[in-house]
């Protein structure tokens, strides 16, 4: 299996209020694309609300292989969602493993 992990920080122009909709919203977007893209083997998103850590949020995803993560990378719906995502999130830090 491939674990895709995934962490950003929320634009620094944003309020409390907007970073507040806009993670609710990534984070639904997300964890719908596991019924969308059968590539998918499992997808979960973590909103951070403790200031010990430097990052905002974390996508945790698992794939069969290399061939299923880019095949998900190119799906249309993960396209949408990648696009409102640079809309909102900054500072994108990536660690993809072999499990």
Same mark, same amino acid.
């Given at each position: @299996?491939?674990?895709?992990? +995934? @962490?950003? =920080?929320? =634009? #620094? !122009?944003l309020? !409390?209020?907007? /970073?507040?909709?806009?993670? #609710?919203? $990534? /984070? *639904?977007?997300?964890?719908?694309? /596991?019924? %969308?893209?059968p #590539? %998918? +083997?499992?997808?979960? $998103?973590?909103? =951070?609300? %403790?200031?010990?850590? !430097? @990052?905002d949020?974390? &996508?945790?995803?698992?794939?069969?292989? #290399? *061939?299923? @993560?880019?095949a998900? /990378?190119?799906?249309p719906?993960?396209?949408? $969602?990648?696009?409102?995502?640079?809309?909102?999130l900054? =500072?994108?830090?990536? &660690?993809?493993?072999?499990?």
């Open positions: @299996m491939l674990k895709h992990i +995934v @962490m950003w =920080n929320f =634009n #620094e !122009n309020s !409390n209020s907007e /970073k507040q909709v806009a993670g #609710e919203k $990534v /984070k *639904a977007d997300l964890e719908a694309l /596991k019924a %969308i893209i #590539e %998918i +083997v499992e997808i979960r $998103v973590h909103i =951070n609300e %403790i200031s010990s850590s !430097n @990052m949020i974390l &996508l945790d995803s698992t794939f069969e292989n #290399e *061939a299923t @993560m880019a998900y /990378k190119i799906h719906a993960h396209v949408a $969602v990648s696009d409102y995502i640079g809309t909102v900054c =500072n994108r830090v990536v &660690l993809d493993y072999f499990t």
